[in-house]
C-alpha cells in the first residue's frame, strides 16, 4: 500500500461547471476525511466518514458539496455549480484508529476560471 | 532561532542550527496534537504527536513540548537540513462526540533552511 491516494491531482473547471475527486485511502483504514485548504492557509475539516457512515459535516459544507463514501472504501467529493472561491486544495486522510495520525494525500488542486 | 508565535509565520535558520516553532492552540478540551510538514505540492506529512497526558515526546531529531496550562505547544527539530525546508502545522483533536478525529490546524509556520 503506497498511502492514499488522490486523483485527479489537478483540475482546472469553468465557472458553474460540476466537478467530482475521488480518494482512496490507506486499505484497512476505516476513517476518512476531507480536508480544504487555501493557500497560506492551515487545512480546515469539511467532513468525516467512519466506513462508509458520514459522520460529521462542516458548515463549510454548503448544499453545493457533496461526499460519499458508499461501500466504506473510497470516497468521492462533488462540488455542483462551482464558484470562483471554491478554487482551493482538497485534501482527503485516513486513519484506522482514533488514537492515530491522520495520512494525508497529495491532495487535489481544483482551479475555477 | 525560535519563532515567538503567530505574528512571525516564517522562520529562517542555517543548516545545523536547532530549530523551534511554536503554537498556541484553542480548545482546552482537546486531548491529542499533531505536528505536520507540507512541502509544496504535497499533502501534510505526520512528523510527532503527543496526547494531553503527557509534556515531552522525543523522535528522531524532533521534540514536541506540550503546555496545557498555557495552551502551548512547540516542535523543536536538531540539527536542522536543508529538507527540514517547509511549512509546519500544529494541529488538535478535539474529545469526545462525533468530531472525535476532525483536526483543527493552526496557521502554520514557514521554516527556511539556509545551506
Known amino acids: 500500500d503506497t498511502g492514499v491516494s488522490q486523483n485527479p491531482r489537478h483540475k482546472i473547471t469553468k465557472r458553474g461547471q460540476n466537478v467530482t475527486f475521488r480518494c482512496d485511502p490507506i486499505s484497512e483504514h476505516n476513517r476518512l476525511y476531507w480536508y480544504r485548504q487555501t493557500l497560506g492557509q492551515g487545512p480546515e475539516f469539511l467532513t468525516y466518514f467512519q466506513n462508509e457512515a458520514q459522520l460529521e459535516k462542516s458548515r463549510l459544507l454548503s448544499d453545493r458539496f457533496s461526499a460519499e463514501r458508499p461501500k466504506g472504501s473510497f470516497s468521492t467529493l462533488e462540488i455542483q455549480r462551482t464558484e470562483q472561491g471554491d478554487s482551493a486544495m482538497y485534501l482527503c486522510?485516513?486513519?484506522?484508529?482514533?488514537?492515530?495520525?491522520?495520512?494525508f494525500g497529495s491532495g487535489t488542486r481544483l482551479t475555477v476560471v | 532561532g525560535e519563532n515567538v508565535g503567530l505574528h512571525l509565520p516564517t522562520l529562517s535558520v542555517q543548516e545545523g542550527d536547532n530549530s523551534i516553532i511554536n503554537c498556541a492552540y484553542s480548545n482546552s478540551a482537546s486531548d491529542y496534537f499533531i505536528w505536520y510538514k507540507q512541502e509544496s505540492g504535497k499533502g501534510p506529512q505526520f512528523i510527532i504527536d503527543i496526547r494531553s497526558n503527557m509534556d515531552k515526546r522525543q523522535g528522531q531529531r524532533v521534540t514536541v513540548l506540550l503546555n496545557k496550562t498555557v495552551k502551548h505547544l512547540s516542535l523543536q527539530i536538531a540539527a536542522t537540513q536543508p529538507g527540514d525546508s517547509a511549512v509546519y502545522f500544529c494541529a488538535e483533536r478535539g474529545a469526545g462526540g462525533t468530531s472525535y478525529g476532525k483536526l483543527t490546524f493552526g496557521q502554520g509556520t514557514i521554516l527556511t533552511v539556509h545551506p
Open positions: 486522510a485516513s486513519s484506522l484508529i482514533q488514537g492515530q495520525a491522520a495520512a
